[in-house]
């Protein structure tokens, strides 16, 4: 069985449209930098939490998949978050305040701040503790 840990590094907002939804950009490290994107319309903070840990073990999986296993139990792979846990909860609260922060523009209208506003939805970030990476 291969193992794989990989630590998610930060999420951004790549888009932010309040018809369309936001398009995020999900930073991690494996043993090497990448990036995934996530597109949501912030319905379910919850469902969105785990669509991006599911979505950040499938692509794991399907990078380190092995062909030509001798033995059957080569060939699982076994995908750990590092602090799973807390970064879970820290995404569902930056998933929050975004879906909260998408209802309060979307009364603004045509308000003077409305295009500050929409501005800054499309600069935010979360920022995750970054801690060491151990492939075994």
Excluded: W
Aim: aromatic share 6%; glycine share 6%.
């Amino acid at each position: 069985m291969k193992c794989v840990r990989l630590n998610v590094k930060k999420i951004e907002v790549d888009r932010f449209s309040l018809k369309e939804g936001v398009d995020l950009k999900i930073f991690f490290d494996d043993g090497g930098k990448k990036c995934l994107a996530y597109s949501t319309q912030l319905s379910n903070v919850n469902d969105d939490v785990k669509n991006i840990i599911t979505k950040l073990q499938v692509y794991e999986k399907s990078q380190n998949k092995v062909l030509d296993a001798e033995d059957a139990l080569d060939s699982f792979i076994s995908v750990l978050i590092e602090d799973e846990e807390s970064v879970m909860e820290k995404m569902r609260v930056f998933l929050g305040r975004l879906r909260d922060d998408k209802q309060r523009l979307r009364g603004f209208g045509s308000h003077d701040g409305y295009m500050t506003s929409l501005n800054k939805m499309q600069k935010k970030v979360l920022e995750l503790k970054p801690s060491v990476i151990r492939n075994d």
